[in-house]
């Protein structure tokens, strides 16, 4: 390989990790969820596995995150998903009665990022085992801010 | 033309394998690269990688609550996971999934393992292995054949059977990776016989190693190191002696390929506390080598070898016309295949699940394309039948392409084809 084309490929590396950094589909990206449904009433709903990821914009200062369970937790206990920003612990949300949408209002820290999104992941304290392992339905994600 | 054809194929190939997975991972309809099968390959490579875990428990809970779905079972006794499939794709793809988590960090994508970037890498690990075997069938079939012949052999087994859709639909099964495996060990088994240098050596006992830990049944294929071009069995005592004169090289690979499988072993006493496992047991599948569907496996429209890839029928003539350096292959690649078609046909379930055509085979591919080369050489000798066999060549390469989009659009059933739901579905897109 020649010095031209060395240079060329360490510029082209260097360009698509600048890219990646940040990139701006990030925010439609999420892992550990199944595809949209609809339930009767016309509430849209997606089911997480037993963990599930996706972002948000940074700008947003809080954001109202609709859960249920469907299947109640062992023993008939509460389900709980735990919530986490980056990394951080944010919240623990307790589902007490399956059939019922909770809807729970948590603020985003406001912590200095250069990124477009944050990251949020929610783990599931149990899953339901059928033709497909599932956590819980989460709803459409209402965010507060300048960008909501 | 065609020297430079033959250059550039494998540059070809990359491009339409890239094009093919661009077009079928980006319909909304698409299903994960990681997936049936390609899930319980690759789910080592997170498990040691992310999770720092051996036992497959970490994985189980984090994702979900402390099972697996089918596939992976705990086993009686120990009450640790046994993941039905074995270890060698998961540790060639680590590669792969090194840089995939490299960059997960970097875009700060969830390091779960399963995440966008995991997935890609996976399924791009197969594709890239399949361009790295056919470079390496190119090389062999270019010392024995006329370029145009290899060229066209390269073009058959590609498109002419299900190879290409297991590169690209299907790279996370363990196929793709298995055909690079075996077209290394078709090289390398020829170069050592001509000259048993160390690093030939070595990397034979690596390449034998990988094969057994990616496709356990496919250590009957390792039979064709000591056969290779043994012609009749009065050389067989010839070639004890020259096993016997390379003793060294032969325990030095035997060593290295036996370091190779010893993780799987270690992982099978692990959780079953026996080094030597029927992994498939607790699912109740096993070998019926007394009553193989040999016929159902070779020729049968719901998964016959022959059915949905005609063109290898070119092979087998191939087989009865080899001369020079095809026809000393044929005796050891005759019975490695026979041997290998009777395991594939015992399986209790012969039609390996959900497939497009019979994917146990594309794993010894690289030996049928040593007689499809043979074949087209005789061809190309008798003027008058080049035509014939071109247009034939072409139509059955043809077909598999078009049956294959037809399987990527679900036109096809997964299972059990029916000749009437063959003939129904022939060439409809709907």
Not at chain 2, 249 to 267: D, H, K, T, Y
Request: net charge positive; hydrophobic share 50%.
């Amino acid at each position: 390989m020649t010095r031209t084309r060395l240079v060329a490929v360490a510029a082209l590396l260097v360009l698509g990790l600048a890219y990646l950094r940040d990139p701006p589909w990030l925010g439609e990206v999420t892992s550990g969820m199944l595809r949209w449904e609809e339930d009767p009433p016309g509430t849209r709903f997606r089911w997480t596995i037993g963990r599930a990821s996706f972002f948000v914009s940074s700008a947003a200062t809080g954001m109202t995150l609709p859960l249920r369970a469907v299947f109640p937790g062992p023993n008939g206990r509460p389900v709980i998903v735990r919530v986490f920003v980056d990394d951080r612990w944010l919240a623990d949300i307790e589902l007490p009665r399956p059939e019922e949408w909770v809807q729970t209002r948590l603020p985003l820290p406001r912590t200095a990022t250069t990124r477009r999104f944050r990251r949020i992941d929610l783990h599931i304290s149990r899953t339901a085992v059928g033709p497909f392992i599932l956590g819980v339905m989460t709803g459409e994600i209402r965010l507060e801010g300048p960008l909501s | 033309m065609i020297r430079w054809g033959l250059r550039y194929f494998v540059g070809f190939a990359a491009v339409c394998g890239l094009a093919g997975y661009l077009w079928l991972f980006t319909r909304d309809s698409a299903d994960a690269p990681i997936r049936s099968d390609g899930y319980f390959y690759y789910l080592y490579a997170p498990s040691w990688l992310i999770y720092h875990d051996v036992s497959l428990e970490a994985v189980a809970q984090d994702w979900n609550g402390g099972v697996y779905p089918g596939g992976i079972e705990r086993w009686p006794g120990t009450n640790r996971w046994l993941n039905r499939l074995p270890i060698g794709v998961a540790v060639l793809m680590m590669p792969f999934v090194i840089v995939a988590d490299l960059l997960t960090r970097w875009s700060n994508l969830p390091r779960d393992g399963f995440s966008l970037y995991y997935q890609h890498a996976a399924a791009l690990a197969g594709l890239a292995y399949f361009l790295v075997g056919l470079a390496v069938l190119r090389r062999t079939l270019s010392r024995y054949f006329a370029p145009a012949v290899t060229l066209w052999t390269l073009v058959a087994i590609t498109w002419g059977t299900n190879l290409f859709h297991y590169a690209v639909y299907d790279g996370t099964f363990s196929h793709a990776f298995s055909f690079a495996l075996v077209c290394a060990l078709v090289e390398l088994t020829d170069l050592w016989w001509a000259q048993p240098a160390r690093r030939l050596t070595a990397a034979l006992g690596l390449v034998a190693g990988l094969i057994v830990i990616t496709r356990l049944t496919n250590g009957l294929l390792l039979a064709l190191v000591p056969a290779w071009r043994l012609t009749s069995w009065s050389q067989v005592g010839g070639r004890v002696d020259d096993l016997w004169q390379r003793r060294g090289a032969v325990l030095a690979m035997s060593a290295l390929a036996a370091a190779v499988v010893a993780p799987q072993l270690a992982i099978y006493k692990f959780a079953t506390n026996h080094w030597i496992v029927n992994s498939y047991a607790p699912y109740g599948l096993g070998f019926t080598f007394l009553s193989p569907h040999l016929f159902g496996a070779l020729f049968s429209t719901q998964r016959g070898l022959f059915f949905w890839s005609p063109v290898l029928l070119l092979a087998v003539a191939g087989a009865f016309v080899a001369r020079g350096w095809a026809r000393q292959v044929l005796p050891a690649a005759a019975v490695v295949f026979a041997l290998n078609a009777w395991v594939i046909a015992s399986w209790t379930e012969w039609q390996y699940g959900a497939s497009y055509g019979h994917r146990a085979f594309i794993d010894s591919l690289a030996l049928m394309a040593i007689f499809l080369a043979a074949f087209f050489t005789w061809v190309g000798e008798r003027p008058r039948l080049v035509p014939p066999v071109a247009a034939v060549a072409t139509l059955a390469t043809a077909l598999s392409v078009v049956q294959m989009i037809q399987y990527w659009l679900r036109v096809w059933p997964v299972r059990d084809t029916t000749w009437e739901q063959y003939r129904a579905l022939f060439l409809t897109f709907r």
